[in-house]
């Protein structure tokens, strides 16, 4: 039984996700958004609606800072509230990247209308969501939103919950 669990959450990566406050606006999006993450067999660990201060838009997108768009971003990003997620599955990371699309909502309207920034991205910064972009980012992101989540054993911890159908997990 140890054994099975111990192999399962070696099989399962988590990222962060965020759906970002132009999406939150507006519910039927927002909802389809959430319906993708159900529909793609991802555990929703954590989630949680939140509104950053604008010194916390400053610290998580720090790395961009100086480019012509931080400012716009950091505004956008603490302008109302938006939706985090630990979400959990097979190569969550890549997986959830993809379901976004590209960064730019013209390459992603026309290279991937599929996508979820091709569907309901409104321009560059309002593009809908976020995805971490590495196992580094993940780490650090999750650390950002949920600062008490024990990424060493969340797994052994939450399994029950997880089997008793306590979580969504289409
Ligand atoms: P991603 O969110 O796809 O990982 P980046 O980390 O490069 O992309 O950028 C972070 C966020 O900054 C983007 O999601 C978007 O909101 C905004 N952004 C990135 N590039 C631009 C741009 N050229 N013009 C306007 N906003 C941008």
Not at 103 to 116: G, M, N, Q, V
Not at 138 to 159: G, H, L, S, T, V
């Given at each position: 039984?140890?054994?099975?669990?111990?192999?399962?959450?070696?099989?399962?990566?988590?990222?962060?996700?965020?759906?970002?406050?132009?999406?939150?606006?507006?519910?039927?999006?927002?909802?389809?958004?959430?319906?993708?993450?159900?529909?793609?067999?991802?555990?929703?660990?954590?989630?949680?609606?939140?509104?950053?201060?604008?010194?916390?838009?400053?610290?998580?997108?720090?790395?961009?800072?100086?480019?012509?768009?931080?400012?716009?971003?950091?505004?956008?990003?603490?302008?109302?509230?938006?939706?985090?997620?630990?979400?959990?599955?097979?190569?969550a990371?890549?997986?959830w990247?993809?379901?976004?699309?590209?960064?730019?909502?013209?390459?992603?309207?026309?290279?991937?209308?599929?996508?979820?920034?091709?569907?309901?991205?409104?321009?560059?910064?309002?593009?809908?969501?976020?995805?971490?972009?590495?196992?580094?980012s993940?780490?650090?992101?999750?650390?950002?939103?949920?600062?008490?989540?024990?990424?060493?054993?969340?797994?052994?911890?939450?399994?029950?919950?997880?089997?008793?159908?306590?979580?969504?997990?289409?």
């Open positions: 039984m140890v054994f099975l669990a111990v192999r399962r959450a070696k099989a399962l990566q988590i990222t962060l996700a965020i759906i970002k406050p132009d999406a939150v606006a507006h519910p039927l999006i927002s909802e389809a958004i959430h319906q993708k993450i159900l529909d793609q067999q991802f555990i929703v660990v954590r989630s949680k609606e939140l509104i950053w201060r604008r010194d916390d838009s400053e610290r998580f997108y720090a790395e961009h800072k100086g480019r012509f768009f931080y400012q716009r971003l950091v505004e956008f990003m603490s302008s109302g509230p938006m939706r985090a997620y630990i979400l959990a599955r097979e190569n990371i890549s997986h990247r993809e379901l976004m699309g590209p960064t730019k909502t013209y390459r992603a309207r026309y290279l991937s209308p599929e996508s979820i920034r091709g569907k309901y991205g409104l321009t560059d910064t309002r593009n809908t969501t976020h995805g971490s972009d590495s196992l580094d993940a780490e650090r992101e999750i650390a950002f939103f949920f600062p008490e989540f024990n990424k060493k054993c969340w797994y052994e911890m939450d399994e029950p919950l997880i089997r008793a159908g306590y979580y969504s997990y289409s």
